[in-house]
């Protein structure tokens, strides 16, 4: 069939064929998004993000500063993984680091945190703090991003609302070079 007619059919379908396809197109990069392999972008450019985690979309910078951290410069050993977004829409961070005690003292009071103590009950971060009768055991977790239980561990926390922190230290077992741990997210 020829004529003007099937000119134009032909034409509309042409133009529905590219409509459907900047549609599925469109569909594919939004389940993507939503469903598609994590956003680890910063692991890339960073070598202080735990190996054994993915969806670091955050910068470490990016990250404290939303929780209102500022690590100590001369901070040692650090290791971290810091994502926003997420089924939450919220940013996370887990931090370890080595530090002297004049910078720990220093976090503590730049973070506002309470000073640490053996009876703090932990709610944040999914820790379990040296109770009586709890079992010892070494930090664990993905870089060991989750602090060990034992007598040498002191914690605090503050309930910032919809931002809470957590923070454990380890200052006794090498008194020169406390160890800390923090946890941070969004509610």
């Avoid at 569909?27 to 969806?55: I, K, M, N």
């Avoid at 993905?142 to 602090?147: D, K, Y």
């Avoid at 910032?160 to 406390?178: H, N, Y």
Wanted: net charge negative; with cysteine.
């Amino acid at each position: 069939m020829t004529g003007p007619g099937s000119r134009t059919i032909a034409v509309g379908a042409v133009a529905l064929l590219g409509l459907l396809g900047l549609a599925g197109w469109k569909a594919e990069s939004a389940l993507d998004a939503a469903f598609g392999p994590p956003d680890d972008h910063v692991a890339a450019d960073d070598p202080r993000v735990c190996a054994g985690t993915s969806g670091n979309n955050t910068p470490l910078a990016e990250a404290t500063g939303h929780f209102g951290l500022a690590v100590p410069s001369a901070a040692t050993d650090l290791v971290f993984t810091a994502n926003s977004g997420g089924l939450s829409g919220g940013t996370t961070l887990s931090m370890r680091f080595t530090t002297t005690p004049a910078d720990l003292t220093a976090f503590l009071a730049a973070g506002r945190f309470e000073p640490p103590g053996r009876t703090t009950r932990l709610t944040v971060g999914g820790w379990q703090a040296d109770t009586p009768g709890a079992a010892e055991r070494a930090a664990e977790g993905p870089c060991g991003l989750t602090p060990p239980v034992g007598p040498a561990m002191a914690y605090s926390q503050d309930d910032r609302g919809k931002s809470p922190r957590a923070l454990a230290v380890d200052a006794t077992s090498d008194p020169a070079r406390p160890v800390v741990w923090v946890t941070a997210l969004d509610l």
